[in-house]
């Protein structure tokens, strides 16, 4: 999740610079996989011998309908994240402001920052400690829900329940049902392939072997959910 940054409502001095970007590649990729993870929870238990139109019916209901549920939580769950991180900003502030000497205060973003702080020097950190001190203190308070939070929690809202559509699609235009279930299998093991593709660049790692990998994952995850009656 992207930590808030000087000049908007309610925030903290982040610590890292923001790209501007709502929500980051692990935040949309993350959302993509649980809203499929579970569509494909309701797919993958239709039978095709004994499944008629009306076991797809109630399947397709469930399906939307869970994946809107849930995707409604995870923007809540979002905005609630991203809140206690901002809180936590606002107190390493207080911490820094408060500080009888440099030393504690650099004890205190190191803290803050966690193992990164490794390679950082005590002139590094008191470069950034100075930084800090140097911002301009946020009038709102620190847990305040800005218009950016919101964005991001539809964005999540949407990315749960929009990975919903492609693999559902087949039962909606098909007659054939064994062939609507290999459709929605290939769109889900190609959106799985696609998820890997992207987290691989994000990582630095071959995107088609990160995209197998999470293919061969996501194939072993879903059948131990089915297998636990997930």
């Known amino acids: 999740m992207n930590t808030p940054t000087v000049g908007e409502p309610g925030a903290a001095p982040a610590l890292v610079e923001d790209d501007?970007?709502?929500?980051?590649?692990i935040d949309r990729i993350s959302e993509i996989l649980f809203g499929l993870f579970m569509v494909l929870t309701?797919?993958?238990?239709?039978?095709?011998?004994?499944?008629?139109?009306?076991?797809?019916?109630?399947?397709?209901i469930a399906a939307i309908g869970c994946n809107t549920a849930w995707g409604f939580v995870d923007g809540v769950m979002?905005?609630?994240?991203?809140?206690?991180t901002r809180g936590r900003s606002a107190t390493l502030l207080r911490a820094l402001r408060s500080a009888g000497d440099a030393a504690h205060a650099q004890q205190a973003i190191a803290r803050h920052i966690g193992p990164v702080a490794g390679g950082l020097d005590t002139e590094a950190l008191e470069?950034?400690?100075r930084w800090l001190l140097a911002q301009p203190v946020q009038a709102a308070p620190a847990m305040t829900i800005g218009a950016r939070d919101l964005k991001a929690a539809f964005g999540v809202f949407l990315l749960v329940f929009a990975s919903?559509?492609?693999?559902?699609?087949?039962?909606?235009?098909?007659?054939?049902l064994k062939f609507a279930m290999r459709a929605s299998a290939a769109i889900a093991v190609a959106m799985m392939f696609y998820c890997g593709v992207v987290w691989g660049r994000?990582?630095?790692?071959?995107?088609?072997?990160?995209?197998?990998?999470l293919v061969v994952l996501g194939v072993a995850v879903e059948a131990i959910i089915i297998a636990l009656g997930g």
């Open 20 to 25: 501007g970007r709502i929500l980051d590649p």
């Open 127 to 129: 470069r950034m400690r």
């Open 202 to 213: 994000y990582a630095g790692i071959r995107p088609w072997k990160a995209g197998a990998a």
């Open 42 to 60: 309701f797919t993958g238990t239709l039978s095709v011998a004994t499944a008629g139109r009306e076991d797809v019916r109630t399947m397709l």
């Open 78 to 84: 979002y905005v609630l994240r991203t809140l206690v």
């Open 164 to 176: 919903t559509l492609p693999v559902v699609l087949p039962f909606f235009f098909g007659t054939d």
